[in-house]
T-cell receptor, first 114, second 113 residues
Framework: ETGVTQTPRHLVMGMTNKKSLKCEQHLGHNAMYWYKQSAKKPLELMFVYSLEERVENNSVPSRFSPECPNSSHLFLHLHTLQPEDSALYLC?????????????FGAGSRLTVL | AQTVTQSQPEMSVQEAETVTLSCTYDTSESDYYLFWYKQPPSRQMILVIRQEAYKQQNATENRFSVNFQKAAKSFSLKISDSQLGDAAMYFCAYRSEGDDMRFGAGTRLTVKP
């Protein structure tokens, strides 16, 4: 696994827990993303950070809280989640330039909310 | 909003045969980019091939090629000489300038030995 690293790979949490997902990239990219992947649904863009500033929220519930302390790291803080939040959470990064803006993905964090 | 539709939730192909995965999209833009991503089981999503809408020539990457029909807003992926390692979820994606990437729901490809 190279490029974009996500930890943990698997997480099980209760609805009252507080946990965080971590994403790290050393590709020199200046944009980072959180996507939610649920079965049989298109990937849902949750958050975009460009040059460490959040540029899109997409009406994500406040129980998901992103943090981007620098251009190489991205976190997704989770608290009081619901069972329907169980999904694969994908982090991606890219060069924010005009053009194709190809995304490089991490392997994902599989979240199960009990 | 632009939408991406993959009408085939599942496809299967015999090893060494050819398979075509379908994708259509809806947009009012004239300049945009199209992508196919592959997500193997329990592994990360990787870019397979991309196409710039202003290019008439279909993109090709080794055994992977696309049939881009701009007027029909169709972007199918052809996999030739299928291999067991091609088994994965395949996602079609669209992006226009200044917009974020939009994905289809995916097609699960099974390769039979």
């Amino acid at each position: 696994e190279t490029g974009v690293t996500q930890t943990p790979r698997h997480l099980v949490m209760g609805m009252t827990n507080k946990k965080s997902l971590k994403c790290e990239q050393h590709l020199g990219h200046n944009a980072m993303y959180w996507y939610k992947q649920s079965a049989k649904k298109p990937l849902e863009l949750m958050f975009v950070y460009s040059l460490e500033e959040r540029v899109e929220n997409n009406s994500v519930p406040s129980r998901f809280s992103p943090e981007c302390p620098n251009s190489s790291h991205l976190f997704l803080h989770l608290h009081t989640l619901q069972p329907e939040d169980s999904a694969l959470y994908l982090c991606a990064s890219s060069h924010l330039i005009n053009g194709a803006n190809v995304l490089t993905f991490g392997a994902g964090s599989r979240l199960t909310v009990l | 909003a632009q939408t991406v539709t993959q009408s085939q939730p599942e496809m299967s192909v015999q090893e060494a045969e050819t398979v075509t995965l379908s994708c259509t999209y809806d947009t009012s833009e004239s300049d945009y980019y199209l992508f196919w991503y592959k997500q193997p089981p329990s592994r990360q999503m990787i870019l397979v091939i991309r196409q710039e809408a202003y290019k008439q020539q279909n993109a090709t990457e080794n055994r992977f090629s696309v049939n881009f029909q701009k007027a029909a807003k169709s972007f199918s992926l052809k996999i030739s000489d299928s291999q067991l390692g091609d088994a994965a979820m395949y996602f079609c994606a669209y992006r226009s300038e200044g917009d974020d990437m939009r994905f289809g729901a995916g097609t699960r490809l099974t390769v039979k030995p």
